[in-house]
């Protein structure tokens, strides 16, 4: 469970993760905690997603990239701000076309996408964003980002 910006994902069990949906109690307590711990900061409203078991990477968190797209073009991919130091990604070429079709459908001047890999190893886009809440990796050296969003706009 997440509202429609932000998840609970480092309480998981208290307030992220019900492992049957069945359970309406278990269900319900989650859900209250999460709505609890998001206080007024609590976006939209509560989405639902099925879980999705996906691959660790070295430090045991799930294998993400983040993509930044500017002017529909994929300018920067990175690992996710929650990898762990050193961490690198390479997803597909196919896969970058296919999440570039849809950026370009979204004809949006800037957007970042999250993806992670699954544990079958497909690569799921988890999370579109405007950018508003997508850090850079620490280790990260803005300049490249920074350079294309002035060009792109």
């Known amino acids: ?23 309406v109690a278990a269900a319900t307590r989650v859900l209250g905690r999460m709505v609890e711990l998001q206080g007024d900061d609590l976006a939209g409203g509560i989405v639902v ?20 797209w500017v002017a529909e073009s994929a300018v920067l991919m990175t690992p996710h701000p929650d990898a762990p130091a050193g961490a690198t990604v390479d997803v ?19 957007v970042t996408t999250d993806l992670a890999l699954r544990s079958d190893g497909v690569w799921r886009v988890i999370e579109v964003g405007d950018g508003q809440v997508s850090d850079l990796p620490t280790a990260e050296e803005p300049a490249r980002l920074m350079q294309a969003l002035a060009a792109g706009y």
Do not use: N
């Open 92 to 110: 597909p070429t196919a896969v970058c076309d296919a999440v570039g079709a849809g950026v370009r459908a979204l004809g949006a001047p800037f």
């Open 1 to 23: 469970m997440k509202d429609y910006v932000k998840s609970r994902k480092h309480e998981w069990h208290e307030a992220c993760f019900v492992p049957d949906l069945a359970d």
């Open 49 to 68: 997603r099925a879980f999705e078991q996906f691959t660790p990477d070295v430090g045991g968190c799930t294998q993400e990239a983040r993509i930044w």
